[in-house]
């Protein structure tokens, strides 16, 4: 079975542009969740989505916004890039949504803004 | 949420146990332990996780203290293809996210 699939595997953009990532969970995972990582530092959570609804936004301004499609894949856009959005994007699925749930995570989209 | 410490860094000798401690000293009955690990330039993978007792997988073992204030992941023999930055998690954001710190690198040297 395919992993976590995630595109582009790496993106440049310059300051004030927008990105898609985009984020295809394992088959039958309901749950799909964005994690934003920047160098030395572990991951932080940025939204949860499950059965194409937000169920949970991390601490990140307006300029991040996420979606989920009837086939429980993901985009995650961010608006207006900012030099400090430069990080490694990861996208994790689950089967259900909530407390301990065991997340399988893909490669990443690593973002450098300049 | 609970908070964990680990050491930022460790070495181990290629074929040797690899023993990681983590130190969860406010987890809460409901919580359990997990350990994830994070392979250079990859995603983070998870290994084990365990609520109260002692658990062993293919990959690893989880070793929690009665009190469940601390708690170890032992490699039993790692290989260089162990070597990554290993998170210990033992607390969920309100919103059933993981915490993440900044884990420990480990470095299994030949």
């Known amino acids: 079975d395919a992993g976590v699939t995630q595109s582009p595997t790496h993106l440049i953009k310059t300051r004030g542009q927008h990105v898609t990532l985009r984020c295809s969970p394992i088959s039958g995972h309901k749950s799909v969740s964005w994690y934003q990582q920047v160098l030395g530092q572990g991951p932080q959570f940025i939204f949860q989505y499950y059965e194409k609804e937000e169920r949970g936004r991390g601490n990140f301004p307006d300029r991040f916004s996420a979606r989920q499609f009837p086939n429980y894949s993901s985009e995650l856009n961010v608006n207006a890039l900012l030099l400090g959005d430069s990080a490694l994007y990861l996208c994790?699925?689950?089967?259900?949504?909530?407390?301990?749930?065991?997340?399988?995570f893909g490669s990443g989209t690593q973002l450098s803004v300049l | 949420d609970a908070k964990t410490t680990q050491p930022p860094s460790m070495d181990c000798a290629e074929g040797r146990a690899a023993n990681l401690p983590c130190n969860h000293s406010t987890i809460s009955g409901n919580e359990y332990v997990y350990w994830y690990r994070q392979i250079h330039s990859q995603g983070p993978q998870y290994i084990i996780h365990g609520l109260k007792n002692n658990e062993t997988n293919e990959m690893a073992s989880l070793i929690i203290t009665e009190d469940r204030k601390s708690s170890t992941l032992i490699l039993p023999h790692a290989t260089l293809r162990d070597t990554a930055v290993y998170y210990c998690i033992a607390s969920w954001g309100s919103q059933g996210n993981l915490i993440f710190g900044k884990g420990t690198k480990l470095s299994v040297k030949p």
């Open positions: 994790a699925s689950s089967l259900e949504q909530g407390f301990n749930e065991k997340l399988f």
